[in-house]
């Protein structure tokens, strides 16, 4: 079954920047490389939220909260899923996690972001 792993979380200072990645394992690339592939966020008492996805074809959308401050990319080559999160602010603090728009594949243990101020 497809593995997932979120890295590049960490404790930052409002207007900071940090950079995470999904690495997918356990499927080929066939399976990879046609889905919509999202980053979501999770805080406590929250819902799972939809930060930003990325199509196949490189097209990307994002949260309202998020817009203009995040980027969301991929290689499809190496089964990554990159998030650039600059102007990093406190709302911004949650587990992030990656998985397709539809979330069908197993959720991984995310990647802890706190911002602080």
């Known amino acids: 079954q497809v593995h997932l792993v979120e890295s590049g979380g960490g404790l930052v200072q409002a207007g900071g920047s940090l950079r995470l990645s999904c690495a997918a394992s356990g499927i080929p690339f066939i399976t990879f490389s046609p889905k919509t592939i999202a980053w979501y966020r999770q805080t406590p008492g929250n819902q799972r939220e939809l930060v930003a996805h990325?199509?196949?074809?490189?097209?990307?959308n994002y949260a309202d909260s998020v817009k203009g401050r995040f980027t969301i990319s991929r290689d499809n080559a190496k089964k990554t899923v990159y998030l650039q999160m600059n102007s990093l602010k406190p709302e911004d603090t949650g587990v992030y996690y990656c998985n397709t728009r539809d979330g069908l594949w197993r959720w991984g243990q995310g990647t802890q972001v706190t911002v602080s101020s």
């Open positions: 990325v199509s196949r074809g490189g097209d990307t």
